[in-house]
């Protein structure tokens, strides 16, 4: 079945570690997406890559970065850089008219 | 800059009851295109409707309909006769190019 895959669907992290979240597709889709959801503040975009190897800041990039290196994968590494870490994170992808696909999250808990 | 306002925050209707949710979107941009998305409990976000700008055709989806009226920038969402399936948390977002931006969702909770 077509469709996004999140991994680890739950982690739990020290503070100071540095962790990473998979995302991968099966969709071909160019476009992926990176989002962060807090409780009462929606989706916030961290990072969205248009093409392979090419990636962007989104609003809240700062202790976040992200790889492309394949068109399927579009991992997100967690640094020890942010802040307030603890929440769920959503990757997506879209098609060429703008139609977003999501993952199922992973949930990230700094102890 | 562009920002989607979903004023309502958590609304609960007691089953059979029919239910709006509204959505508030501001632009500059003349082409851009309004989306809801619905998100269960299990956190997966669920596509449910996309409409462009230039399309206020109102739309029906069985006991889900939309209304779009450019003239006061909303993309309202209304379920007819909830069941307690439709329990979820809604997103209205705006997309113009690469980027979507989400309103803060709306908790819906279909009482038994």
């Known amino acids: 079945d077509g469709g996004i895959t999140q991994s680890p669907k739950y982690l739990f992290r020290k503070e100071g570690q540095n962790v990473t979240l998979s995302c991968e597709q099966n969709?071909?889709?160019?476009?992926m997406y990176w989002y962060r959801q807090d409780p009462g503040q929606g989706l916030r975009l961290i990072y969205y890559s248009q093409i392979v190897n090419d990636f962007q800041k989104g609003d809240i990039a700062e202790g976040y970065s992200v790889s492309r290196e394949k068109k399927e994968s579009f991992p997100l590494t967690v640094t020890s850089a942010q802040k307030n870490p603890t929440a769920f994170y959503l990757c997506?992808?879209?098609?060429?008219?703008?139609?977003?696909?999501f993952g199922e999250g992973s949930r990230l808990t700094v102890l | 800059a562009q920002k989607v306002t979903q004023a309502q925050t958590e609304i609960s209707v007691v089953e059979k009851e029919d239910v709006t949710l509204d959505c508030v979107y501001e632009t500059r941009d003349t082409t851009y295109y309004l989306f809801w998305y619905k998100q269960p409990p299990s956190g997966e976000l669920v596509f449910l409707i996309r409409?462009?700008?230039?399309?206020?055709q109102n739309e029906i989806s069985g006991r889900y309909s939309w209304n779009f009226q450019k003239s006061t920038s909303s993309f309202n969402f209304t379920i007819t006769a909830s069941q307690v399936v439709d329990s979820a948390v809604y997103f209205c977002?705006?997309?113009?190019?690469?980027?979507?931006?989400f309103g803060t969702g709306t908790r819906l909770t279909i009482i038994p």
């Open positions: 977002a705006l997309i113009r190019g690469e980027k979507l931006t």
């Open positions: 969709l071909n889709h160019d476009a």
């Open positions: 997506a992808s879209s098609n060429t008219i703008g139609e977003l696909f």
């Open positions: 409409r462009n700008s230039f399309d206020e």
